[in-house]
C-alpha cells in the first residue's frame, strides 16, 4: 500500500524528489487496517488506492484488496505535509501540486484519537535499526504495525491471526532509538504503546484485534 501510494503520488508528477526539493514529505498521522480474511503465502494480491479528500491540513487516502476477486481487506490512512528540516505543517494549498479527491461510496475504518493505556505494562524493548528506516531516515510506517504485533504476548500467528489494527503515530523515532513498548487488553482488544527513551515522548499507540486462524483450503495453490 505504501508502494501503491507513492505511485499514485508519482503519476501526478508529485514524485519523492520533486518534493524534497520544495523541502516537504509526507507523514502518516493514522492507519487504520481491517481484515476479512487472512492473505496466505503464494495468493495474488490486488490493490486500489484513491484520495479520500483533502482538508485545511489532512490528506484522507483509502485503500481496499481482494484476492482471486474475494474482498479482503480495506483501510483507511490520514497524512499531513511537513517541511523535511523543522518538522512543520505545510497547508495542502501553499503546495504547488492538485491532488485532487476521488468521490465514491465506501467502507472506512475509525481511528479513535487515543487508546486507553491505565494499566499498561512493559513487555519489550525495541531498538530502531538501520533497516528500519525509510528515506526520511526515521522509523518506516510499515514497522510500526510489526512492533505492535511482535509484543502482544502470546501471539505466534500460526493459530490466531490480527483481523484489525488500528495506529496513532505520535512522534518519530530515528536509527538508535529505544522504543519501550507496553501491553494491555480490555474488551477483546489489545493495546500496544510505545515510549522512545531517546526523547522522551511517546511514538505510537495502537490497538490490535485478533481471530482464529481459519484452515486453508489444501487444493488452494492448484487453482492458482
Known amino acids: 500500500m505504501q508502494q501503491l501510494a507513492r505511485e499514485d503520488c508519482d503519476g501526478l508528477g508529485c514524485t519523492y524528489r520533486f518534493m524534497r526539493s520544495h523541502n516537504t514529505v509526507f507523514v502518516l498521522t493514522q492507519i487504520g487496517l481491517r481484515f476479512f480474511r487472512p492473505v496466505f503465502e503464494g495468493e495474488t494480491v490486488t490493490l486500489a488506492t484513491y484520495n479520500d479528500g483533502v482538508g485545511p491540513l489532512v490528506f484522507d487516502r483509502g485503500f481496499e484488496w481482494s484476492v482471486g476477486g474475494e474482498r479482503a481487506g480495506i483501510c483507511s490512512s490520514k497524512w499531513v505535509l511537513v517541511r523535511y528540516d523543522t518538522r512543520s505543517i505545510v497547508r495542502p494549498r501553499d503546495f504547488p501540486?492538485?491532488?485532487?479527491?476521488?468521490?465514491?461510496?465506501?467502507?472506512?475504518?475509525?481511528?479513535?484519537?487515543?487508546?486507553?493505556?491505565?494499566?499498561?505494562?512493559?513487555?519489550?524493548?525495541?531498538?530502531?535499526?538501520?533497516?528500519?528506516?525509510?528515506?526520511?531516515?526515521?522509523?518506516?510506517?510499515?514497522?510500526?504495525?510489526?512492533?505492535?504485533?511482535?509484543?502482544?504476548?502470546?501471539?505466534?500467528?500460526?493459530?490466531?491471526?490480527?483481523?484489525?489494527?488500528?495506529?496513532?503515530?505520535?512522534?518519530?523515532?530515528?536509527?538508535?532509538?529505544?522504543?519501550?513498548?507496553?501491553?494491555?487488553?480490555?474488551?477483546?482488544?489489545?493495546?500496544?504503546?510505545?515510549?522512545?527513551?531517546?526523547?522522551?515522548?511517546?511514538?505510537?499507540?495502537?490497538?490490535?484485534?485478533?481471530?482464529?486462524?481459519?484452515?486453508?483450503?489444501?487444493?488452494?495453490?492448484?487453482?492458482?
Not at 492538485?98 to 499498561?120: L, M, N, Q, Y
Not at 491471526?161 to 488500528?166: F, Q, T
Open 97 to 224: 501540486v492538485d491532488f485532487g479527491t476521488v468521490v465514491r461510496e465506501h467502507e472506512t475504518v475509525d481511528i479513535p484519537r487515543r487508546f486507553p493505556s491505565d494499566g499498561a505494562a512493559e513487555v519489550a524493548r525495541r531498538t530502531v535499526n538501520l533497516s528500519d528506516l525509510d528515506e526520511n531516515n526515521h522509523l518506516n510506517n510499515c514497522v510500526y504495525a510489526d512492533v505492535a504485533c511482535d509484543s502482544v504476548p502470546g501471539f505466534d500467528g500460526l493459530s490466531r491471526w490480527c483481523s484489525e489494527i488500528l495506529v496513532n503515530f505520535r512522534h518519530e523515532a530515528r536509527r538508535g532509538d529505544v522504543l519501550s513498548v507496553s501491553h494491555r487488553e480490555a474488551d477483546g482488544a489489545h493495546f500496544v504503546f510505545a515510549l522512545n527513551e531517546a526523547s522522551g515522548e511517546p511514538c505510537f499507540e495502537s490497538e490490535l484485534r485478533f481471530g482464529d486462524l481459519p484452515a486453508r483450503d489444501p487444493d488452494a495453490d492448484k487453482n492458482e
